[in-house]
Every structure is written in structure tokens, then in C-alpha cells.
């Protein structure tokens, strides 16, 4: 059984690009969670998914981000036009359902020069 | 924005020590959840522990919560250098939403 993987682990950008993280759940879990983690803080909530619908989304989640998760099962989160405050640590979770265990992949760090 | 706060932000022990961490919060919960993170890396879970529970134990690990008060605690056993993480709590908010809310961590060290 393996556990929830992100891809890529590093990501170096430039400012004004686009970026595509991708996550692959537990299998068999249904929900899916985007969190964002900077330097020194806990993580903050992105976005979370309930299969492939999109349950509810952060304030943080400007127009520029977008979270997919077409079929059920893994998730892009698309950055367009990068800004360097998007510069963080981009870790997804799943779960098995409403309030229970949300267990974390390694994250991709991003770096926006 | 993070709704919990941990105290102390820092903690430093010897191997062998007991490390306690505390977690306050804001709102109602449903679940309280505690994670370890190695410098730069994800998170690893820790335990679970419900709004109706009041004390949970796994290993050299016990939790505490109460409701009344909004707080946690984390209680770390005869640590061990492998221990030295941040420590964060998160909640698991008691409304229609199943996101975490989380701490700002205590960094523990622990020197062998």
C-alpha cells in the first residue's frame, strides 16, 4: 500500500509562469486536500474534493489557482502567472471521509524568482 | 488564517525527557488531529482524537482535549533524539466542512 505521492517534489519557476502540481491519493479514498504551508507556519487550506466534485474552496485560492480532479482519483492544482508569494510548500492529503485521518504526501516546493 | 496556537513554539530537551505540547483553539471541532513534520518535509500522522474522547494514547504518545476550554495537549515520553520535528495540532472543524485548521507548530529538539 503506498501512501499519497506529489509530483514534482521542487519546483523552480519565474515569475509570470505557469505551474501544474500533481497528487495521487490513498487508493480507494475519496476526499482530497490541497493545503499550502509557508515558511515557519502551519499549513493553510487550499481546496478540498469529494471524488471529483469540489467541495469548497479557501479565500487563498486566488483566480489565478485551479484544483481538478476529473476522474475521482489523482488532482492537478494549476498556478497561472506566478507571483512570488506563491513561493511555499503545496501539500495535498486524502482521507476516507468526513472527518476522519487526512494523511499528507511530501509536498512540492515552489520557488517563484 | 490559522486559528490555533501552540505553546511553546519551541522546546528543548534531553533523550529521555518528557515533551509536552499544548494546543489552544478558536472554534467548535469535531476532531483534533496531531502531526509531526521533519524540517522540510510532510506531514506525518500522529493521532486522532474526537470531541468526545478525552484522553487517547498510542505508543509513547498521549493526548489530551478539552472541549470546555478548547485545548489539547500532546505528551511526548521518554523522547528520543529520532523525536527532534515541529509538533502540529489541527482541527477538524464541527460545521459543514471537513478541512483542517492548524496550529503554529512547536519545534521540538531533542539533544541525545
Known amino acids: 500500500d503506498t501512501g499519497v505521492s506529489q509530483n514534482p517534489r521542487h519546483k523552480i519557476t519565474k515569475r509570470g509562469q505557469n505551474v501544474t502540481f500533481r497528487c495521487d491519493p490513498i487508493?480507494?479514498?475519496?476526499?482530497l486536500y490541497w493545503y499550502r504551508q509557508t515558511l515557519g507556519q502551519g499549513p493553510e487550506f487550499l481546496t478540498y474534493?469529494?471524488?471529483?466534485?469540489?467541495?469548497?474552496k479557501s479565500r487563498l485560492l486566488s483566480d489565478r489557482f485551479s484544483a481538478e480532479r476529473p476522474k475521482g482519483s489523482f488532482s492537478t492544482l494549476e498556478i497561472q502567472r506566478t507571483e512570488q508569494g506563491d513561493s511555499a510548500m503545496y501539500l495535498c492529503?486524502?482521507?476516507?471521509?468526513?472527518?476522519?485521518?487526512?494523511?499528507f504526501g511530501p509536498g512540492t516546493r515552489l520557488l517563484v524568482l | 488564517s490559522q486559528q490555533g496556537e501552540e505553546d511553546p513554539q519551541a522546546l528543548s530537551i534531553q533523550e529521555g525527557e518528557n515533551a509536552t505540547m499544548n494546543c489552544s483553539y478558536k472554534?467548535?471541532?469535531?476532531?483534533l488531529q496531531w502531526y509531526r513534520q521533519n524540517s522540510g518535509r510532510g506531514l506525518v500522522h500522529l493521532i486522532l482524537?474526537?470531541?468526545?474522547?478525552r484522553e487517547k494514547h498510542s505508543g509513547r504518545l498521549r493526548v489530551t482535549l478539552d472541549t470546555s476550554k478548547k485545548s489539547s495537549s500532546l505528551l511526548i515520553t521518554a523522547s528520543r533524539a529520532a523525536d527532534t520535528a515541529s509538533y502540529f495540532c489541527?482541527?477538524?472543524?464541527?460545521?459543514?466542512?471537513?478541512?483542517?485548521?492548524f496550529g503554529t507548530g512547536t519545534r521540538l529538539q531533542v539533544f541525545p
Open positions: 487508493s480507494e479514498h475519496n476526499r
Open positions: 472554534t467548535s471541532i469535531n476532531n
Open positions: 474534493f469529494q471524488n471529483e466534485a469540489q467541495l469548497e
Open positions: 489541527a482541527g477538524g472543524l464541527s460545521y459543514n466542512t471537513d478541512k483542517l485548521i
Open positions: 482524537i474526537r470531541s468526545n474522547e
Open positions: 492529503a486524502s482521507s476516507s471521509g468526513d472527518y476522519e485521518t487526512q494523511y
